[in-house]
């Protein structure tokens, strides 16, 4: 493993608006002035939570889709966030992992929320995704997925972590902000691994505010890096991979986690 440099773009999100948003994030990862190796964007960061696809999913080709390929290959860095995606007739909150290749990975979010009609309108996904970069595994979560710590849970087996950094990325309202950055510190702690939590600001749609909030939190729950609330910030923080390999030596806390499966359906 080596350090890795992340950048957490916590942004407004103008309401189910493609093109105004991909322009704004040009604008703002172009602002990045250092090289880093992983750029993180909100959930749904090209319309915002919308739960309209016949207006806002696209197909795996589609705008921005490519857009993040034309922008992984160009800042020749890992570019990830979800969006509404239509694909046989099913409609799924997918992030996208997309590598300077061109070459992507992707996870579809699994528990929707059921306080919205998401959970009617999307089919949720049934695997965890766990992506590579620089020797690190990364488990990628979309938003209400926090609230479950069975579906994130690490596991330590012969000699193995399942994971060393956990992502969150979010349309997570500021009515909720304690419950957000609580869950996160609680998830690096319990699975003795970094978190990243990307959230975004401003009024959705239905005049829900949110406060952002963004967070880079160490294995112990520490707070490393943490975006100004309600306001656009792109914060960058280098993890150290040399830390949570000490942390992990001196306290085996994995060789006494409880083991078990998750039945996916």
């Not at 609330?229 to 991979?241: G, H, K, N, R």
């Amino acid at each position: 493993m080596e350090n890795l440099k992340i950048a957490c773009i916590q942004s407004d999100l103008i309401w189910e608006n493609p093109s105004q948003n991909l322009t704004a994030f040009d604008k703002k990862i172009e602002a990045i002035a250092e090289k880093v190796d992983l750029i993180l964007l909100p959930e749904m960061f090209n319309t915002a939570f919308s739960i309209n696809p016949a207006k806002c999913a696209e197909n795996i080709n589609g705008i921005t889709f490519n857009w993040m390929k034309a922008k992984a290959s160009e800042c020749k860095c890992i570019i990830a966030g979800s969006m509404l995606i239509s694909e046989n007739n099913k409609y799924y909150n997918r992030m996208i992992w997309m590598q300077p290749s061109g070459n992507y990975l992707f996870y579809d979010k699994r528990h929707l929320f059921r306080m919205s009609d998401e959970f009617k309108i999307f089919d949720g996904g049934n695997q965890r995704t766990i992506v590579e970069l620089k020797g690190w595994k990364i488990n990628l979560n979309i938003c209400y997925d926090l609230r479950f710590p069975v579906w994130s849970r690490n596991t330590f087996k012969n000699g193995k972590y399942e994971y060393d950094m956990m992502i969150y990325v979010a349309n997570w309202p500021a009515s909720r902000s304690h419950i957000w950055q609580t869950l996160l510190k609680a998830r690096a702690i319990e699975n003795q691994a970094y978190v990243v939590g990307v959230n975004r600001v401003g009024n959705d749609g239905f005049g829900t505010p949110h406060s952002g909030d963004s967070m880079i939190i160490d294995p112990i729950g520490n707070v490393l890096k943490q975006a100004t609330a309600s306001m656009e910030e792109t914060i960058i923080q280098t993890i150290s991979a040399d830390f949570i390999k000490e942390f992990r030596n001196k306290f085996t806390v994995g060789l006494d986690w409880d083991q078990f499966e998750i039945n996916r359906f």
